[in-house]
């Protein structure tokens, strides 16, 4: 496992910091990921680490930006660290679907496949 895994999913409350969803409902621990890949100079230090669902991760891959499907402009991805989740997203009614409140949200959600 991760040696950063308990500092930043305690500091996460054990959501992922993209889709939110609970790390309690899947049968593993979340994956402790870089908000900037190393490939893409990303530093490996605790202001660059989130907490990521395995299916947030994935998708993410080492994608900087995304094209937000409303206006069709390249935008940079979601920051956990740096930016509030509640100004980029909504929960609607129902789990899992997610509403994109910005170009930041609108497409973080497309590329990452978080409205289910
Ligand atoms: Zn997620």
Redesign the pocket.
């Known amino acids: 496992m991760n040696p950063h895994y308990s500092g930043v999913a305690e500091r996460a409350a054990h959501?992922?910091?993209?889709?939110?969803?609970p790390e309690a409902v899947f049968n593993f621990p979340?994956e402790v990921e870089h908000i900037i890949p190393p490939g893409r100079g990303g530093a490996d230090e605790d202001a660059n680490r989130a907490l990521?669902?395995?299916?947030?991760?994935v998708f993410k891959s080492d994608h900087v930006e995304a094209t937000d499907p409303l206006t069709g402009t390249r935008v940079p991805l979601f920051d956990p660290r740096r930016q509030r989740w509640q100004e980029h997203f909504r929960a609607e009614q129902g789990i899992g679907h997610l509403v994109g409140l910005t170009s930041v949200g609108r497409a973080t959600i497309n590329l990452?496949q978080?409205s289910g």
Not at 52 to 57: F, G, H, K, L
């Open positions: 959501r992922c910091k993209y889709c939110q969803a979340f990521s669902c395995r299916s947030c991760n990452l978080m």
